[in-house]
């Protein structure tokens, strides 16, 4: 069954020092990866995406996310985190199918203390 | 995004009761989607469209229906609402071939 799998409910971190959220998957091939935000009473907002090429991918707001096809993870990354970048994070696979969808993780709440 | 708006923003509703979910967009996408969130289970598909009269079912469709009125309106119906589909609806577009969704600020529903 294909499948997103975020490890942690919760990640703390203190403001300035370096974040990682996990993701790994289960789908067949080699998949459309992506990270989405969501903001207390907002709706997810895109982050960033792997299609193919650099394994390190940048996106917005100074985040990053490393794709490793032997792990098949594609863990978010940040060097300096913000206070205001404590929020909900889903990681979400595309299989590549003809269907289009997306197949969530199931988030996981990151915290930045000052 | 401002580009995609759903009514109501809260709704509670009894057991029982039929209620409508509306999503519209600006984007001008063809393809638009419903999902659920619920607490440490991420976002499930619902339905999908991709186009006026392409309609799928999702992963978690029983107890829901849809009706795409334009390509612009996908609205989400619950015949008899029950309180396990108490949970926040999530609708989302996107462009023809490609595959990055844009949310709506989501839809609470209490079922009670």
């Known amino acids: 069954a294909q499948s997103v799998a975020q490890p942690e409910d919760q990640v703390n971190v203190a403001e300035g020092n370096p974040l990682t959220v996990k993701c790994t998957y289960s789908v067949s091939g080699n998949p459309y990866l992506f990270w989405y935000v969501q903001y207390p009473n907002r709706g997810l907002q895109f982050l960033l995406k792997y299609i193919t090429g650099d394994n390190l991918v940048k996106g917005s707001y100074g985040f990053e996310a490393e794709f490793n096809k032997s792990q098949t993870s594609f863990h978010l990354k940040k060097p300096s985190a913000l206070v205001s970048d404590s929020a909900l994070y889903f990681c979400a696979v595309s299989p590549l199918d003809s269907s289009y969808k997306l197949i969530f993780g199931s988030g996981t709440r990151l915290l930045v203390r000052p | ?112």
Not at chain 2, 24 to 33: A, E, I, L, N, P
Not at chain 2, 46 to 71: H, L, P, T
Not at chain 2, 79 to 108: K, M, V
């Open chain 2, 1 to 112: 995004d401002a580009d995609v708006t759903q009514t109501p923003r809260n709704r509670i509703t009894k057991t029982g009761k039929r209620i409508m979910l509306e999503c519209s967009q600006t984007k001008g996408h063809d393809r638009m989607y419903w999902y659920r969130q619920d607490p440490g289970l991420g976002l499930r598909l619902i339905y999908y469209s991709f186009d006026v009269k392409d309609i799928n079912k999702g992963e978690i469709s029983d107890g829901y229906s849809v009706s795409r009125q334009a390509q612009a309106k996908f609205s989400l119906s619950l015949e008899s609402a029950i309180p396990n589909q108490t949970a926040l609806y999530f609708c989302a577009t996107s462009e023809s071939g490609t595959l990055q969704q844009y949310f709506g600020p989501g839809t609470r529903l209490t079922v009670t």
